[in-house]
């Protein structure tokens, strides 16, 4: 992810304050005060917050490169890399994360699936091992057949 294009930087010595949108590559140095967004577009967004870099809120990108602190929740559609530097207070919401040795999240580390749920529920076949011969024995119902 290193090799990431860059399509805005917001500099060491800048800050943002409001909620923010982008598309593309978003490469944070300074600060933003605010939500973070990232819209559709033709390739998926990613942010690269750098050592030093903060954001105070929540972030939702599908592709997230951290080195630097967020206070708010992380939720990344598709993959979190959290490199040394990396300070979360917050909630980590994620298909994919790797994570350094020296980050730290304090916060739920939730793991989301693109996947359904397979909430599945296997009836025993008649006549298999599970229900012969195992019905509750004690008097108190009568098994239906």
Do not use: C, W
Not at 35 to 42: C, I, S
Not at 116 to 134: C, D, H, I, V
């Amino acid at each position: 992810m290193s090799s990431a294009q860059v399509d805005t930087l917001v500099g060491r010595n800048t800050v943002v304050e409001g909620n923010m949108r982008f598309s593309g590559g978003l490469h944070v140095e300074g600060t933003i005060r605010g939500n973070l967004y990232a819209d559709d577009g033709e390739r998926p967004s990613i942010l690269i917050l750098n050592e030093g870099g903060r954001i105070e809120g929540e972030v939702n990108v599908p592709r997230v490169v951290i080195n630097g602190t967020v206070e708010g929740d992380v939720h990344a559609s598709e993959r979190v890399e959290l490199a040394p530097k990396a300070r979360i207070s917050g909630s980590v919401y994620y298909n994919l994360i790797e994570m350094a040795m020296g980050a730290e999240v304090n916060g739920n580390l939730i793991r989301r699936s693109n996947d359904k749920p397979r909430l599945e529920y296997l009836k025993p076949e008649e006549g298999s091992a599970a229900t012969a011969g195992n019905a509750p024995t004690g008097g108190a119902g009568k098994a239906n057949s």
